[in-house]
């Protein structure tokens, strides 16, 4: 049996970064498991139509860790980024509204805008109604029924699936906080008022996709990383890993950064936090390439139109330098609504069956009720016996690659000391 100090699943931005902190900090005995044949998980990009295209759905780098930033510049130099102002839109009604919608609801006509001004007025959060657990209640709650209805829950039921009341509000945080005065200020003065979403200024590469940064994070490691190696079964009282390649490794540490429900078989852990696991839910995405030019000013678009299969559309030529093209992503249960327009020659939505695509079994840890009580027990027992789950699959939490970034350099901080 191999031994290492470290062992590290998983070589996307969370399982690098750790394993470099390890190696900034002298360490030698560490080895990474990647399951695919390339590093950079979510993050990885590919060379499609003669540019650069985000397998994982489009990424770009927030700026709001400057430490992030400068760690993952010393790979590849902030010159070789370009700094962008967010532009992004929803598309409904049969226009591109900008987005937040609430903040820019003065872009539709006169009558509509008071139909959403009435409702948000309407809205429980506006009459100090208490805060629902549930997430469909939360968004009428919050938004009121018209933003509710036209959009929040068409397009979060074609980006996490249709049974919406299995989400709870605990991650809410992450939308735009925009009071009803807020919304009203900006139907009168016609420009966007209140908080913006996150990445209202981003980063993304000149010349490559967003996966060239973790590639050369990758490259600096060498063979400290096994590809093609999928990591089958943990045994948490031996801290022993078992691979599809028949191989087993022992550690002093092990930090995972694989989706939970990815072993077959766990060992030493207690049956019901076992089957916890398995309530742990996820989407899959896919992302399609298209040729045509867009007329947008925007970066990506969002379509909440449940008769159109994609829920955003991502604009390369208004990102990527000298690309043309865009992509969609598109949850996996209705990528089949793609072969039916194709079936009725429906092409009014770009279909070409000559299109890039790519399936991403994991793309979004589903924040289920009851999951941060399921993520605690288990992180708290593993951590227990020398296992932390870290990053977007080991804590199952919707980060971004910044955050994972951040948190996987203050776990290697923690455990060196
Ligand atoms: C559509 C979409 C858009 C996004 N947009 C942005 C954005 O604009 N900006 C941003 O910062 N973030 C964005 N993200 C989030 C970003 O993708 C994640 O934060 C980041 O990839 C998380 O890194 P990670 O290392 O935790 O997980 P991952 O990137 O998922 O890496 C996990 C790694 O584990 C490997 N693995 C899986 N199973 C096994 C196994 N059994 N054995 C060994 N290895 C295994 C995988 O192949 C992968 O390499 C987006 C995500 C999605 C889905």
Not at 322 to 337: D, F, K, N, P, V
């Amino acid at each position: 049996m191999k031994k290492v100090k470290y062992l590290i699943l998983g070589a996307g931005p969370a399982g690098l970064t750790f394993a470099h902190m390890l190696k900034k900090g002298g360490e030698t005995s560490f080895l990474v498991l990647e399951k695919e044949a390339q590093a950079g998980g979510l993050c990885r990009s590919a060379l499609v139509d003669g540019s650069p295209f985000d397998m994982g759905g489009g990424h770009f780098l927030d700026v709001k860790r400057p430490k992030v930033n400068e760690f993952l510049f010393s790979f590849l130099p902030r010159k070789e980024w370009k700094l962008f102002q967010r532009d992004s839109r929803i598309f409904i009604k049969g226009k591109s509204v900008g987005h937040p919608l609430e903040t820019n609801i003065w872009q539709f006509d006169l009558e509509e805008q008071v139909a959403y001004l009435g409702s948000i007025a309407r809205a429980g959060c506006n009459r100090e109604d208490p805060v629902p657990e549930k997430f469909v209640d939360w968004i009428r709650w919050k938004l009121g029924e018209k933003i509710a209805e036209d959009y929040m829950l068409p397009y979060n039921r074609k980006m996490f699936g249709e049974d919406l009341n299995a989400l709870g509000v605990y991650w809410l945080e992450k939308l735009p906080d925009v009071s009803f005065e807020q919304t009203l200020r900006s139907c009168l003065t016609h420009r966007a008022c209140g908080t913006q979403p996150g990445h209202a200024s981003f980063y993304y590469p000149r010349e490559y996709g967003y996966g060239e940064v973790w590639l050369r994070m990758a490259g600096q490691l060498g063979e400290r990383i096994r590809y093609n190696t999928a990591a089958q079964s943990l045994d948490c009282e031996e801290r022993m890993v078992r691979t599809d390649t028949g191989e087993a490794i022992a550690a002093g540490t092990i930090v995972t950064t694989i989706p939970w429900r990815e072993f077959r078989r766990i060992s030493g852990m207690p049956a019901e936090l076992i089957a916890s696991i398995q309530k742990l839910r996820a989407s899959a995405v896919e992302t399609r390439y298209r040729r045509q030019r867009l007329d947008t000013p925007a970066q990506w678009i969002y379509v909440p139109d449940e008769e159109i299969p994609y829920h955003r559309i991502l604009v390369r030529h208004n990102f990527c330098e000298g690309s043309r093209g865009y992509w969609t992503e598109t949850r996996q249960e209705r990528t089949c609504l793609f072969e039916r327009q194709h079936e009725t020659g429906d092409e009014k939505n770009g279909f070409d069956s000559g299109d890039n695509i790519f399936l991403n079994p994991y793309a979004y840890p589903l924040n289920t009720l009851g999951k941060p009580e399921i993520m605690k027990e288990l992180l708290d027992y593993c951590a227990g016996k020398g296992i932390y789950g870290l990053g977007r699959w080991g804590e199952h939490c919707h980060y971004n690659s910044d955050v994972v970034v951040e948190l996987a350099m203050n776990l290697a901080e923690r455990l060196a000391e």
